[in-house]
């Protein structure tokens, strides 16, 4: 399979997404065994969802051995140097800055796919959100966690913010390397942004 912009952005998603499932389950005191199911669960969990809902099936992780190497290969890492990046980090807050890098690339490569795939651009941004959060709801799940889009904290929304710069930068005549590029940076900076400085997501008055 040719090397696309689409297929770089999900390889360096699972790979971050699924380094961050390694890492929770070290924290979580799990076996290989369990390091491994979040490492895969997280990495591949959103882009097999986007491309369920696409229609496009087999889903692409597992049509190209290059996903599952690549969540295999950050669980190896995960598993076997978690004291060097603890030593970097707390292991929570690296936890959660793999996290945002990987709700970006995956948000945008779901966005990007979809308009490939035909679709509209509003659709396309709401499955791009879809793909960004879906393997942290996995990996949370499997965790044993309420999933980060479920509370107040900005996720989700991160997601949409770069997703929309995307759409918005393709349509101005962006580079789609450089749409992409910015719609992963806005993604990111809004994520760290509101873990930096704790701010919310609007909720119901009571």
Same mark, same amino acid.
């Given at each position: 399979?040719?090397?696309?912009?689409?297929?770089?952005?999900?390889?360096?998603?699972?790979?971050?997404?699924?380094?961050?499932?390694?890492?929770?389950?070290?924290?979580?005191? =799990? $076996?290989? @065994?369990?390091? *491994?199911? +979040?490492? /895969?669960?997280? #990495?591949? %969990? !959103? &882009?097999?969802?986007?491309?369920?809902?696409?229609?496009?099936?087999?889903?692409?992780?597992?049509?190209?051995?290059?996903?599952?190497?690549?969540?295999?290969?950050?669980?190896?890492?995960?598993?076997?140097?978690?004291?060097?990046?603890?030593?970097?980090?707390?292991?929570?807050?690296?936890?959660?800055?793999?996290?945002?890098?990987?709700?970006?690339?995956?948000?945008?490569?779901?966005?990007?796919?979809?308009?490939?795939?035909? =679709? $509209?651009? @509003?659709?396309? *941004?709401? +499955?791009? /959100?879809?793909? #960004?959060? %879906? !393997? &942290?709801?996995?990996?949370?799940?499997?965790?044993?966690?309420?999933?980060?889009?479920?509370?107040?904290?900005?996720?989700?929304?991160?997601?949409?913010?770069?997703?929309?710069?995307?759409?918005?930068?393709?349509?101005?005549?962006?580079?789609?390397?450089?749409?992409?590029?910015?719609?992963?940076?806005?993604?990111?900076?809004?994520?760290?942004?509101?873990?930096?400085?704790?701010?919310?997501?609007?909720?119901?008055?009571?």
């Amino acid at each position: 399979m040719p090397l696309t912009l689409t297929l770089l952005l999900d390889l360096a998603g699972t790979l971050v997404f699924a380094l961050s499932g390694a890492l929770l389950a070290v924290r979580k005191g =799990l $076996d290989i @065994v369990g390091v *491994v199911v +979040l490492s /895969v669960a997280a #990495g591949l %969990g !959103g &882009g097999m969802l986007r491309d369920v809902l696409l229609g496009a099936t087999p889903p692409a992780a597992l049509r190209n051995e290059a996903y599952l190497l690549t969540a295999l290969v950050a669980a190896a890492l995960g598993f076997w140097f978690h004291p060097g990046f603890a030593r970097l980090a707390r292991l929570n807050a690296g936890i959660r800055l793999l996290d945002a890098a990987g709700l970006g690339f995956f948000a945008i490569a779901g966005t990007l796919k979809s308009i490939n795939a035909g =679709l $509209d651009p @509003v659709p396309a *941004v709401m +499955l791009g /959100v879809v793909t #960004g959060v %879906g !393997g &942290g709801v996995v990996r949370d799940v499997l965790a044993g966690d309420v999933p980060l889009v479920l509370r107040q904290e900005i996720y989700a929304l991160a997601a949409l913010l770069g997703a929309v710069l995307f759409v918005l930068a393709d349509w101005a005549g962006l580079a789609r390397s450089s749409a992409a590029a910015l719609g992963v940076a806005v993604t990111v900076l809004v994520r760290l942004l509101a873990l930096r400085f704790d701010l919310q997501a609007p909720r119901p008055r009571r």
